[in-house]
């Protein structure tokens, strides 16, 4: 691969991008920025049928196969606590997912690319997705048909964990597969003096909630990290009356998809032999939204292969939260990296109001997408 020396400007035009955020499906500012930058150099950006996001190809000066480079473009409802001076000026909102950085590497790649188009033998396309954070961009982007004829797609998560410079792909999987579940309790409800003249939820959903529990400790395989997290609580309004209804939500992130069977399953048994043992009955709500985010087994290792060429090869660290990027794997093989963004001893998490992204952290992003676009179109050549 030729050395890629990103554009010195990407910095600038991060802090522009980081001080502008906006949530997911909103995102006309950002789409329009991005869109005259790669207007710019010569490309043609094309706005997504959903309205924000684009997408532009870059055409290789010889033939070959046509794959994809994707960032999230999206910011988050949170008012920024980073004290940077390029901080967000729009009130409530702020990059705290770090996906600034994303597109100011994916810029990097595409100007990159579009200034070595003899680099390239085949087509690069390359994506601007909305509304990550809504778990419904990446779908969006399929549905509107702007992946037609791709064979592949790599993308990014920034990752603070990791200093910059690191670089984080492999086989194994990297983003949690994520369910919304649902418990609503049905009672009788009564005086709270006489609960002998009917039936209460409330005893009930506090055995659910412990006997949920056990599922992770006592079901699931100790070698496969699962978390069952109940997050809210409903139930009663006033200190006198027994009541009807109360129920509970939360969500459960895991890295097989056979361990999303296995909890759901004992979900619904839990809740409806618990609340059968109270006299009671349940509705379970299982939405189970998002897969794992793992790379293709082939292609992922290729992509990891080249990368002690430009940066540091880091073990992959599974984090728990979830990426729609796993939507693209439902019809094409993809690759998935963590790029170091911070790796500080007292970093703040992804979504916390004083996340900060390191602008080191743009160059090796940069180097990812190129070095991964010329290594799928090879692989998907051959
Ligand atoms: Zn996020
Ligand atoms: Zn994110």
């Known amino acids: 691969m030729a050395d ?48 924000t996001g684009l997408v532009a190809d870059v055409v290789g000066t010889r033939p070959g196969p046509l794959v994809a480079l994707r960032s999230d473009i999206d910011g988050l409802p949170v008012t920024e606590e980073t004290g940077l001076e390029f901080a967000s000026q729009n009130p409530g909102r702020m990059h705290a997912c770090g996906h600034d950085l994303h597109m100011a590497g994916l810029l990097g790649a595409a100007f990159w690319l579009a200034a070595h188009r003899d680099a390239i033998a085949g087509t690069v396309r390359i994506v601007f997705q909305p509304a990550e954070e809504t778990g419904k961009g990446a779908r969006s982007v399929i549905d509107g048909g702007a992946l037609e004829g791709v064979e592949a797609i790599a993308g990014i998560h920034n990752n603070p964990d990791y200093a910059p410079g690191e ?90 998809k056979e361990d999303s069977e296995l909890v759901g399953r004992r979900f619904r048994e839990v809740v409806h032999s618990t609340a059968a043992a109270y006299g009671i009955t349940a509705d379970v709500v299982w939405d189970d939204f998002q897969d794992p985010v793992v790379s293709d087994p082939e292609l992922g290792p290729a992509v990891a292969a080249d990368v002690p060429g430009y940066a540091r090869l880091a073990p992959i660290r599974p984090s728990m939260a979830g990426e729609d990027f796993c939507e693209y794997s439902t019809v094409m093989p993809t690759v998935f990296a963590f790029v170091g963004s911070n790796g500080g001893p007292r970093h703040h998490d992804l979504h916390s109001p004083r996340m900060i992204v390191l602008d080191e952290a743009i160059a090796p992003a940069t180097r990812f997408y190129v070095a991964a676009a010329l290594r799928l179109l090879k692989e998907l050549a051959a």
Request: glycine share 12%; charged share 15%.
């Open 4 to 51: 890629v020396e990103p554009d010195g400007g990407l910095t600038d035009v991060r802090h522009l991008l980081h001080g502008h955020p906006e949530t997911g499906f909103t995102e006309t500012w950002t789409t329009a920025t991005l869109s005259r930058l790669l207007s710019e150099r010569g490309l043609e950006p094309e706005t997504l049928p959903s309205g």
């Open 167 to 256: 670089i984080a792909v492999g086989p194994e999987p990297m983003m949690a597969g994520c369910v919304k579940f649902r418990v609503d309790l049905h009672a009788q409800g009564t005086h709270a003096g006489y609960p002998q003249s009917g039936t209460g939820p409330l005893e009930a959903l506090a055995s659910v909630i412990l006997a949920l529990q056990t599922i992770v400790s006592r079901n699931v395989t100790p070698f496969h990290p699962v978390v069952l997290s109940v997050t809210e609580v409903h139930g009663g309004s006033v200190w006198n009356v027994i009541p009807a209804e109360a129920g509970l939500l939360g969500t459960v992130r895991y890295f097989h």
